[in-house]
């Protein structure tokens, strides 16, 4: 018996968690054909499979491999060297190092079972959890891949080339979540490589100068390419990330590593997207969600203000906005309210912004998100879910470095979940008090269940304190600078020994920082204000004192570059602008006179486009300059604007006039176009409906398919299995010599051995015919009554039969039993017993012949195991003779009651003791009922005791004769002659 395993020793082993759908059975088995060495891991098999099919899977798979194979149950203990199978009709997660089971959303297709497990899988081990995703249909098995792979586990996809359905292997590589994609045959091989050169076997815990050294370097590379700075992260963060990417290609030294990168700037992606941590999910951690909704929700809307300004900081793949997005719609259509809620969702990371900006997720997320909320808040298409349309404009996506970039301003809600938890504690202090200067008073803070507010406590009350929601209490929008100095980082221990890279000049991000750079100091001394713009005119940087010029409204973030400055600027920057993307030329406008209340400015204006490198976009920088009242440029333009204002104010007015004449003309085109769109929206509601119900039914008919095609190829197997043990039943049958026929119940032929043909006339085209209907070369008429007796009572029968020409044969009818314990027919063996017949024949004659009783006994046992009596199996006609019985009598019978006068407790003492000991017995017993002696002699033969039996009365007497005789003759002897 195994001994029970400790907390720490049950999670310290990896759990393979082994994805497939259709035609997945193959991979898995080719999988468990290739694994050559045993593992220190568990293997979880999550299939796609019938709720009312039984899976073969166990029996199929006991024949690749020799571990332990499971079906999985309800707190079943996961154990090293053991594989677990989905139990059909179930979802399993893993909890505890435990088995949870649970019931399949009546409905809901497709089913998700697999991302189920991994995102369990991923919680539970982390760094020790391997995901597989091999051949089948759909994007099942994608998120988990996700899961596992910013847990620190390892995510493994079967190369499409290889699988029989490549959907869900193409799936899961497309979004990029693959470590690995191998062939079925080469990830065994690769997973033993991997547990072999785990991470924490790479690099150790505490690592040395030389280690840091080289980490910075490689941090300080991943800068230089453009990438973010991550020296700010964990340690320990960063340490395991590269030492997974280093046990994935094979390094065992990091200075190894570090030589690869500077070599293949594929890798160097590779290992700045891993630090970018991106868990998320709708509605993560529902509990905390159910708190927002019910308490911090409608505390946000209990304002005169109109309009609600929420921040998302770290938002990833836009999960969290989302979800967010949906609460606050749900609670203004709930209390029909009009405020406005703007959602800024901000990441440094552009590929997830992007898939955020998109709003497009996969199926499974309908394992975190109700059906109501699906069909309200999103569109099906396909194997995907778009988020509304009215949902994604309330969200600003845009990437922002949490640590470089200045915070937003005025914001009722900041949520930030499980970012801080990978960051040091110096820069979680520095982030923590730009959010302390976004939020507003009374409004609130939301953070990840592993995250707190630190020494920010006496600036916020702490609302909830197990799902980390705060509301801050001071009025205060800035924080002493004390405690809050250094970012942290990744901490050098001789700092001497590290080379920092030359850093590359950037402009500086939007807003300005603190701290000014070269940009700020040039621009100060030349006396320009930098400001850079989109195409979109949407302001992206700025820099210098560009505060004179732009002018930020107060309640509501705008960006747009006509918008935030003055009327009379606004007019000759539209124009100016225009025109510098229409020809792509600079434009300097040398002197604009801008008016205002009780003075005249003079300002130099250049607009100059450009292209940003990291993108390609066109940018275009707009750089202001006061001019002194008495400065004259070289080539003077003076532009009045006091003066263009009117005559473009009598411009606009013509404009106006003519619009209104188009809009008169343009309602009537509208009217007559409304008629005809209302019969084409009529129509077009009426094909979104039937395409929505042709969706769902193709949807669960191609789920059904998925679980058909596994039901269909464990037949498949078991088919060929069957044919192999068919084949080897025909072949048993031509080389056997014992004669068999199977009957069914209606005593009609299902099969024979050929050697059956010399008791009955059978042949091949027989099979299927009635036995009754074909000639029989035994002498035995009452042979199909013995069969229907057999079938009837479920009995067997055992005789002996002579054939026509002299043979004998022992037949055995026995009942045809199947698997469910039903009688299907019946089985008819003959066995030839001529020779045997004949040397009993022999023995028995020879025994019958002997003037001694013989008999043949077998002992019967009690339960534990002791002779409590013997039973006849053979006697000779002598013994019946001296006992004046027939021979026959004996059978069966049991020896102390037949012989109760021989054989005394005595007698049967010494026979136990003759058998168990395998001695010879001779003794002689005198019976009262019969007034005669026996001599006994007892030995055991194989499993019998044969005792001889002998009159030996006349034999007693004679001898009681001679004795008296030799008494009387001695008497004589010693008397005195008589002749003394």
């Given at each position: 018996m195994k001994p029970h395993l400790t907390h720490e020793e049950s999670n310290s082993f990896p759990i393979i968690g082994i994805g497939a759908s259709a035609g997945g059975l193959e991979a898995i088995m080719e999988f468990f054909d290739n694994l050559k060495l045993e593992v220190n891991a568990a293997f979880v098999i999550i299939q796609h499979l019938s709720p009312d099919y039984k899976s073969m899977m166990p029996q199929l798979l006991s024949k690749h491999t020799k571990m332990r194979i499971f079906e999985a149950k309800e707190d079943i203990i996961i154990e090293p060297g053991s594989i677990y199978v989905i139990t059909p009709g179930r979802n399993i997660t893993l909890s505890n190092n435990r088995l949870k089971l649970h019931e399949k959303i009546a409905g809901k297709v497709p089913n998700m079972a697999i991302d189920i497990f991994f995102k369990s899988l991923a919680d539970e081990r982390g760094p020790n959890a391997i995901g597989v995703v091999l051949s089948g249909t759909g994007t099942d098995g994608t998120k988990g891949l996700e899961e596992i792979r910013n847990a620190g586990g390892l995510a493994i996809v079967q190369d499409p080339l290889t699988a029989k359905f490549d959907g869900m292997p193409k799936n899961a590589i497309d979004t990029g979540n693959a470590d690995m994609i191998l062939t079925v045959s080469q990830i065994p091989d690769e997973i033993i490589n991997f547990l072999h050169d785990i991470p924490g076997n790479i690099i150790p815990g505490r690592l040395s100068d030389e280690e840091e050294v080289i980490i910075h370097e490689i941090l300080s590379i991943i800068h230089r390419r453009g990438g973010n700075d991550f020296t700010s992260y964990k340690p320990s963060t960063i340490s395991r990330r590269i030492a997974k990417r280093m046990a994935l290609n094979n390094f065992k030294k990091i200075i190894d590593y570090r030589e690869f990168l500077h070599t293949n700037k594929e890798e160097l992606d590779i290992l700045a997207q891993d630090f970018l941590i991106g868990v998320t999910k709708f509605f993560r951690d529902k509990d905390s969600f159910n708190i927002l909704e019910q308490e911090v929700i409608p505390s946000l809307f209990n304002t005169n203000e109109k309009e609600i300004k929420i921040w998302v900081a770290a938002c990833s793949t836009g999960e969290e906005a989302y979800s967010i997005a949906i609460l606050m719609q749900e609670y203004i259509l709930k209390h029909g309210l009009t405020h406005q809620v703007k959602i800024f969702a901000t990441d440094i990371n552009k590929?997830?912004?992007?898939?955020?900006?998109?709003?497009?997720?996969?199926?499974?997320?309908?394992?975190?998100?109700?059906?109501?909320?699906?069909?309200?808040?999103?569109?099906?298409?396909?194997?995907?879910?778009?988020?509304?349309?009215?949902?994604?404009?309330?969200?600003?996506?845009?990437?922002?470095?949490?640590?470089?970039?200045?915070?937003?301003?005025?914001?009722?809600?900041?949520?930030?979940?499980?970012?801080?938890?990978?960051?040091?504690?110096?820069?979680?202090?520095?982030?923590?008090?730009?959010?302390?200067?976004?939020?507003?008073?009374?409004?609130?803070?939301?953070?990840?269940?592993?995250?707190?507010?630190?020494?920010?406590?006496?600036?916020?009350?702490?609302?909830?304190?197990?799902?980390?929601?705060?509301?801050?209490?001071?009025?205060?929008?800035?924080?002493?600078?004390?405690?809050?100095?250094?970012?942290?980082?990744?901490?050098?221990?001789?700092?001497?020994?590290?080379?920092?890279?030359?850093?590359?000049?950037?402009?500086?991000?939007?807003?300005?920082?603190?701290?000014?750079?070269?940009?700020?100091?040039?621009?100060?001394?030349?006396?320009?204000?930098?400001?850079?713009?989109?195409?979109?005119?949407?302001?992206?940087?700025?820099?210098?004192?560009?505060?004179?010029?732009?002018?930020?409204?107060?309640?509501?973030?705008?960006?747009?570059?006509?918008?935030?400055?003055?009327?009379?600027?606004?007019?000759?920057?539209?124009?100016?602008?225009?025109?510098?993307?229409?020809?792509?030329?600079?434009?300097?406008?040398?002197?604009?006179?801008?008016?205002?209340?009780?003075?005249?400015?003079?300002?130099?204006?250049?607009?100059?486009?450009?292209?940003?490198?990291?993108?390609?976009?066109?940018?275009?920088?707009?750089?202001?300059?006061?001019?002194?009242?008495?400065?004259?440029?070289?080539?003077?333009?003076?532009?009045?604007?006091?003066?263009?204002?009117?005559?473009?104010?009598?411009?606009?007015?013509?404009?106006?006039?003519?619009?209104?004449?188009?809009?008169?003309?343009?309602?009537?085109?509208?009217?007559?176009?409304?008629?005809?769109?209302?019969?084409?929206?009529?129509?077009?509601?009426?094909?979104?409906?039937?395409?929505?119900?042709?969706?769902?039914?193709?949807?669960?008919?191609?789920?059904?398919?998925?679980?058909?095609?596994?039901?269909?190829?464990?037949?498949?197997?078991?088919?060929?299995?069957?044919?192999?043990?068919?084949?080897?039943?025909?072949?048993?049958?031509?080389?056997?010599?014992?004669?068999?026929?199977?009957?069914?119940?209606?005593?009609?032929?299902?099969?024979?051995?050929?050697?059956s043909a010399k008791q009955i006339n059978l042949i091949e085209t027989d099979i299927g015919r009635p036995i009754a209907h074909i000639s029989i070369n035994i002498n035995h008429p009452r042979l199909i009554d013995d069969i229907q007796y057999v079938i009837n009572t479920k009995s067997t029968l055992q005789k002996e039969i002579q054939s026509y020409n002299n043979l004998w044969y022992q037949m055995k009818i026995m009942p045809y039993t199947k698997q469910d314990q039903t009688v299907d027919g019946a089985i008819i063996t003959f066995i030839d017993i001529t020779y045997l017949k004949s040397l009993n024949n022999l023995i028995s004659g020879v025994i019958n012949s002997s003037l001694n009783g013989i008999m043949a006994l077998e002992p019967i046992k009690d339960a534990d195991g002791n002779i409590t009596d013997m039973s006849f199996v053979l006697a000779n006609s002598t013994l019946g003779k001296i006992f004046r019985k027939k021979t026959e009598d004996f059978n069966g019978k049991l020896l102390k009651s037949e012989f109760p006068e021989i054989i005394t407790p005595e007698i049967f003492e010494k026979l136990i003791m003759a058998y168990e000991n395998n001695d010879l017995l001779h003794t002689e017993q005198y019976s009262e009922k019969q007034h005669k002696w026996f001599e006994l002699s007892a030995v055991k033969t194989g499993l019998t005791l044969v005792i001889t039996i002998v009159d030996i009365t006349e034999k007693r007497e004679a001898e009681l004769r001679i004795r008296e005789a030799y008494e009387e003759l001695k008497k004589d002897s010693e008397k005195p002659s008589a002749t003394k």
């Open positions: 590929a997830a912004l992007e898939t955020a900006s998109k709003g497009i997720y996969p199926a499974s997320i309908e394992n975190d998100v109700s059906d109501a909320r699906l069909k309200t808040w999103f569109e099906k298409s396909g194997d995907h879910y778009k988020i509304n349309g009215h949902l994604r404009k309330m969200i600003v996506f845009a990437q922002h470095d949490l640590i470089k970039n200045a915070p937003y301003s005025r914001i009722d809600l900041i949520s930030c979940r499980n970012l801080l938890i990978y960051l040091n504690q110096g820069l979680q202090k520095n982030i923590l008090s730009k959010f302390y200067f976004s939020i507003k008073p009374s409004r609130y803070l939301f953070l990840g269940t592993s995250e707190n507010i630190g020494e920010l406590s006496q600036e916020f009350h702490e609302l909830h304190k197990k799902h980390r929601i705060y509301q801050k209490t001071s009025n205060k929008r800035k924080l002493s600078a004390e405690n809050y100095g250094g970012l942290g980082g990744f901490t050098l221990h001789n700092p001497s020994l590290f080379k920092f890279p030359e850093s590359s000049h950037k402009p500086f991000a939007f807003p300005s920082a603190p701290a000014p750079n070269l940009t700020d100091l040039l621009l100060t001394h030349s006396g320009f204000s930098a400001v850079c713009i989109n195409e979109n005119y949407e302001l992206t940087q700025a820099s210098g004192d560009y505060e004179k010029y732009i002018h930020f409204k107060p309640k509501h973030l705008e960006l747009n570059i006509l918008k935030i400055v003055s009327e009379e600027l606004s007019i000759i920057l539209g124009s100016s602008i225009r025109k510098a993307i229409k020809h792509n030329e600079t434009i300097k406008l040398d002197r604009i006179t801008l008016q205002e209340e009780h003075s005249k400015r003079n300002i130099q204006i250049i607009i100059s486009p450009t292209t940003e490198k990291k993108t390609d976009k066109k940018i275009y920088w707009i750089f202001f300059k006061e001019l002194p009242a008495t400065e004259t440029p070289l080539k003077e333009i003076t532009i009045d604007l006091s003066e263009q204002k009117y005559i473009t104010s009598e411009r606009i007015m013509e404009l106006e006039d003519e619009l209104v004449e188009t809009r008169e003309n343009l309602q009537t085109a509208v009217e007559e176009l409304e008629t005809s769109n209302e019969e084409m929206q009529s129509s077009n509601e009426e094909l979104v409906s039937a395409n929505e119900e042709l969706q769902s039914t193709n949807e669960e008919l191609q789920s059904l398919n998925e679980e058909l095609h596994s039901v269909n190829a464990e037949f498949q197997i078991k088919i060929k299995e069957l044919i192999e043990l068919n084949d080897d039943l025909n072949n048993f049958f031509k080389s056997s010599d014992i004669s068999q026929i199977f009957i069914n119940k209606d005593l009609v032929i299902r099969k024979f051995t050929p050697i």
